[in-house]
Structure formats: C-alpha cells, structure tokens
C-alpha cells in the first residue's frame, strides 16, 4: 500500500462541547484534532493501541508548537496532516495542518515525539519492524518542501530605530 505524502486524516467534525465563550473552537481542541491525525499515522507506522497493549510500546509528546492561523466553528468540517520530518532511532520530528474541507488553512502544529517502553516508562528504541515503517513514511515525506511554518521559534520582532 503506498504511504500518501502527506498523510491525510478522515474528515473530522467539530463538538458542541469544544466551542468556548468566544463562539470558536477552544485552543486545546486543535491539539485534540492534529492527535487522532496522529493517532491515525501511528496505526499506518504499526504504533496504534494493539502496539501499546501487545508491547506494551507507545509514543509520548515531548514537545509541541502551535499556530492558530484561521478560526473554527461548530459547523465546521475540517482534515489535518502529517508529514514526518525527521526521526531517528527513538524520536520524530512532525508537521501538521488542520484544514477546513474547503481547504483553507486552520492551524498548524509541530511536535517531537518519543518512543516509549511503557515498562519503564523510558524511552526505546524503535523495534526493526516498526523502525522500518517509519523510514517508508519519511522516504515517502522526503519529497515534500519543509513547510514555511517549520522550525518557527517564540518571540517578539523588535523594529530597529
């Protein structure tokens, strides 16, 4: 089965209990959005919850950065992706965008995740089979361009007098 680049998640609705007093979806519902995209791209790599049960192997977030680009709403339907960026032996490095079915542009986020023995907790090495499912969803990913909003840092731009 070839691996899309990128990998696209099933189309998602937006919950009535995730919209706030502003009458847009809370921020933390993004995140709960680029996770079952995640979650989606982890069962293609061999990491879903048999993984975690069977193995007792998983993958934790280390790291994650956020951009809220575009409002969401209740009525909405949106998709988000998952470009693997980089990994090595127990990390990965991931971009994602929530779009809304119309296409335009919601969210993006980036994150670094760990492999995880859940015996410990501590992080593992990937197994050889799993291993080599992620290295075919990054050869699959290398042609794409590094997204403009990759590797963006916080901080205030000062004008210079």
């Known amino acids: 089965m070839p691996i899309p680049a990128p990998f696209v998640s099933r189309v998602m609705d937006i919950q009535k209990d995730w919209i706030d007093y502003n009458g847009h979806l809370n921020m933390a519902y993004y995140n709960v959005l680029f996770d079952r995209c995640s979650d989606e791209a982890f069962e293609l790599m061999g990491m ?5 049960v069977g193995r007792k192997l998983t993958i934790y977030t ?11 709403h209740l009525d909405h339907k949106v998709t988000a992706t ?4 980089d990994h ?17 542009l919601a969210a993006t986020s980036e994150s670094l995740s760990l492999h995880v023995d859940m015996s410990g907790p501590k992080v593992a090495p990937f197994p050889a089979d799993v291993l080599a499912k992620v290295e075919a969803m990054r050869a699959a990913h290398a042609g794409l361009a590094l ?11 000062r004008k210079t007098v």
């Open 48 to 52: 879903g919850p048999d993984y975690a």
């Open 62 to 72: 280390a790291e994650v950065h956020v951009c809220y680009v575009q409002e969401l």
């Open 82 to 85: 998952f470009q693997l960026l």
């Open 88 to 104: 090595d032996e127990k990390r990965l490095r991931v971009y994602q965008e929530i779009r809304h079915v119309d296409g335009w």
């Open 147 to 157: 997204p403009e909003r990759a590797g963006r840092s916080i901080g205030i731009r």
